[in-house]
Structure formats: C-alpha cells, structure tokens
C-alpha cells in the first residue's frame, strides 16, 4: 500500500525498504526516532494516548501495524475484525503519527533492527523489564520507554462487553 494511494491521509504507509530508507533522510536531518507497534484492531482512547505519549519522546513516530495473519495467531481466529489495511490506514490518520508501516513478523524485532529506533514505545501493560524486544533495542543503541495510560481499555474488553449486552 502506498501513499498516492491515500493521498489524503496524514502519514505515509510504507513498506520495509521505502519506511528504511525514509527512517535515514529523517535521520539525516538530526530527528530522533520513535517506534510504537501494536494489532490496533478496534482503536480507542487507550490507542490514541499510548500513540501520543509515544509522539513526546521524539520527533518521528513510525508505527507499525501487525498483520491480519499475526492478529489471527495473537488474539484468535475471530479476530482481527478490521483488515490491516484499513488499520494502517486509521493509524495513519492520527496527527502525531508520522509513518506507518505494516509488519508480517510475529514480533517487531526485525523491524527494530532496520530502522533502529531511539526510542521503542510500548504500553502500560509493560514495564522496561518486560518488554519482550528490550535487548534488541538496546542492542540497536536505542532506549525502551513506558507511554500511556492505565491499560484500563482494550479491544478484547470492547468486544466482551458488546458480546454480553446480546
């Protein structure tokens, strides 16, 4: 999927190679870098203020978009209910995003190698010793940093609630 597609829209959705080589203009410039990554399947406030807390520790937020197929394997066979491309396309429409990018590997550790981000953002779900990618950032060079809220929403609980109002 590519911008000319949605020209409308606020950030890019790039592929590996293009995301790569516009992450090294960005940098280039003196931007510091920062990684969010998430299924983002029914997005809610707990989405938006995670994506702006991670927008605060630098100047170029790339998020990256888990798969149909990975959603599939993480939050089951009914899920996602939203297609990826729709879900890159939501996130690329969020003011302080500024890439986007969907990632085919069940972790976002390939992703953190290519573009070696200063910062790698994850929820209050963690803590900066339960990041699973924790050493690969550091290994890249960069930090792992907790943004957001209480992880008081998610999707999982939207659907549980809508499933018992039936």
Do not use: W
């Amino acid at each position: 999927m590519t911008q000319e597609r949605f020209s409308n829209l606020h950030a890019p959705i790039l592929d590996r190679t293009r995301l790569v080589a516009k992450v090294a203009v960005e940098r280039r410039k003196g931007k510091r870098i920062v990684l969010a990554n998430g299924c983002f399947d029914l997005f809610h406030v707990g989405h938006a203020r995670y994506l702006a807390g991670a927008k605060e520790l630098g100047d170029c937020l790339i998020v990256g978009v888990n798969t149909d197929e990975e959603v599939k394997k993480q939050k089951g066979a009914q899920r996602p209910f939203t297609p990826e491309n729709e879900r890159a396309e939501v996130i690329s429409s969020i003011k302080c995003v500024d890439l986007v990018t969907v990632f085919p590997e069940p972790t976002v550790e390939e992703l953190i190698r290519a573009i070696r981000p200063d910062f790698h953002a994850k929820g209050t779900d963690y803590t900066t010793e339960t990041v699973p990618e924790r050493n690969i950032v550091k290994e890249c060079g960069g930090q792992v940093a907790i943004v957001g809220d209480p992880k008081d929403h998610s999707s999982t609980e939207i659907i549980r609630s809508v499933n018992s109002e039936k």
